[in-house]
């Protein structure tokens, strides 16, 4: 569903090119793509986990103190060690998020300024010019 740019297959790049991308962009020389480059690219399936984790570790949380939600009535009762580790796992993951989140802007303000481009401009309305430079 969507553009050909907003697809998994895409952006989903492996590790390998996601490394030197990221070396590449140290190096003030980075590829430009017209969809998602491959940091982008990670940094979404990233964020889709973190979120994915923060939620269910929530979901559980709740389950567990107020014996409410969608495991309510099978986690109730579970020791107070399983309500800890729950809870660590939740703030782990959510700190997480937020770090991902400001690594996210940080990225797209650096390849904003290194391709010359308003990427924000483009993540809103999913238009991209496609210019003279090398483009994958």
Do not use: C
């Amino acid at each position: 569903m969507g553009s050909r740019y907003a697809r998994f297959t895409d952006f989903v790049k492996r590790p390998s090119e996601v490394w030197t991308y990221l070396k590449s962009i140290i190096g003030q020389h980075p590829k430009r793509y017209l969809g998602h480059n491959p940091a982008g690219g990670a940094m979404i399936i990233a964020l889709l986990s973190s979120l994915v984790l923060v939620t269910i570790s929530g979901i559980v949380i709740y389950s567990i103190e107020e014996s409410a939600g969608p495991l309510g009535a099978s986690l109730s009762g579970v020791g107070e060690a399983w309500e800890d580790v729950v809870e660590e796992v939740h703030e782990f993951f959510s700190n997480a998020t937020l770090a991902l989140v400001f690594f996210h802007v940080t990225g797209v303000l650096t390849a904003s300024f290194q391709h010359k481009e308003n990427l924000v401009k483009s993540m809103l309305n999913g238009r991209k010019p496609i210019d003279s430079k090398e483009v994958d």
